[in-house]
């Protein structure tokens, strides 16, 4: 049977104690089980006119929203009739008229392994909320579907506290939902009634492929499980006028610019040859965001083995030469990103700005990886302190 979700065992065995409560459930359209229903709808059926009230995050409820501060509004679920509220529009926490319609609030999101993803914050959000206004909170568990036996990157710096990190948590992080809103609630210290609905069948070292679940895009540009794959590093082209291949049918995969020398990159990166993956030249036209409508030359990562691949410091390697070799063409994005007016966003996203200056100044990466090693270490013991499940 594969991996069985958080959302399918509460629909199997829902706790007697939530049938008498006002329901709302935070999702998008990954919030399916393995026959492709929809969390609202298996809800529904299950607990009929239990469901109040509908949440929806960044990229909005049917997350058709392609971009960064693109924002959702408010809107009546055309299903259900009722509410769902934008959590990603007019504000990102939670107000008090938002949660006053339920008793319980349910999250089902699938979440990417990646610490700029929001979604982990808009739940960590929700949690906060509902400490302030007495309400409970479920997580129906969902794979990471960049495993949960590696963990990868420096751990955010509170100098780069954003929407986009508000935990000191490395870049590829290794838990799950579940496990994250433990961590957050536990040892952050949200404090708020929380119930978690596990897996069954999961284990550490599972990627997505490996679960038998479908892959539901959880944002318009992680169309595909190896998107995800590669995200945890190739997020960082968001921060800088190279293109991460939005606009491309193969975004973060595929990432390039004008300017680029790929012969130069390609002897920094020995030969094209990576742990794990092949990177393998590119050219590709944008159809929207950076470079629109013009030639780019870059490349493609091919993975070839999950489980040698570590994309974050794959894609600061590749980082540090594009921003080498191409001085003068080569640029750090300008604010605003995610609600940020003054700070660059490369050091929002990587987490740390003495990790972009060391790139800057063409600093050896081994060395700089070196740097962030012990608080990765802590992060490693504390993080296993809130695992739900073993390799």
């Not at 107000?95 to 008793?103: A, G, Q, R, V, Y």
Request: contains cysteine; charged residues 25%; glycine residues 8%.
């Amino acid at each position: 049977m594969g991996v069985q979700t958080g959302l399918e065992r509460f629909i199997e065995s829902p706790p007697k104690w939530i049938l008498g409560c006002r329901l709302g459930l935070l999702s998008n359209p990954a919030s399916v089980d393995r026959d492709f229903r929809h969390a609202r709808e298996l809800i529904n059926l299950k607990m009929p006119g239990r469901l109040a009230a509908l949440y929806s995050p960044q990229h909005g409820f049917f997350a058709e929203k392609q971009d960064n501060m693109i924002e959702s509004e408010d809107m009546i679920d055309p299903i259900l009739k009722i509410p769902v509220f934008s959590l990603y529009g007019q504000t990102r926490i939670p107000l008090k008229e938002m949660f006053d319609p339920i008793d319980v609030l349910i999250v089902d999101l699938q979440d990417v392994g990646t610490r700029v993803y929001t979604f982990i914050y808009t739940m960590s959000y929700c949690l906060e909320a509902a400490k302030k206004f007495g309400k409970k909170v479920v997580v129906l568990d969902r794979p990471n579907p960049v495993g949960g036996s590696v963990v990868e990157g420096n751990c955010l710096s509170s100098e780069c506290n954003s929407f986009v990190g508000r935990f000191p948590i490395p870049m590829r992080h290794g838990m799950t939902m579940g496990e994250l809103s433990l961590l957050f609630n536990n040892y952050y210290g949200t404090g708020c009634d929380l119930e978690i609905v596990k897996m069954k069948g999961w284990d550490r070292n599972m990627y997505f492929n490996d679960t038998g679940l479908p892959w539901i895009p959880p944002s318009p540009n992680l169309p595909t499980t190896m998107s995800a794959m590669v995200y945890p590093g190739q997020v960082l082209w968001e921060g800088t006028n190279v293109s991460e291949g939005r606009g491309t049918t193969q975004p973060f995969e595929i990432f390039g610019a004008p300017f680029i020398d790929t012969e130069k990159v390609l002897s920094d990166m020995g030969g094209g040859k990576l742990e794990g993956a092949i990177l393998r030249c590119n050219v590709f036209e944008p159809t929207s965001n950076k470079w629109k409508g013009t030639l780019c030359r870059g490349f493609q990562i091919h993975i070839t083995d999950p489980n040698k691949f570590n994309p974050y410091i794959t894609s600061v390697k590749l980082l540090k030469s594009v921003c080498f070799h191409h001085k003068g063409e080569f640029e750090w994005k300008q604010p605003p990103y995610e609600y940020e007016s003054k700070r660059l966003p490369i050091d929002l996203i990587i987490g740390d700005k003495e990790i972009r200056r060391r790139i800057e100044k063409n600093d050896d990466i081994d060395e700089i990886a070196g740097s962030w090693q012990d608080d990765l270490n802590e992060f490693i013991e504390i993080s296993k302190m809130f695992h739900l499940y073993h390799s």
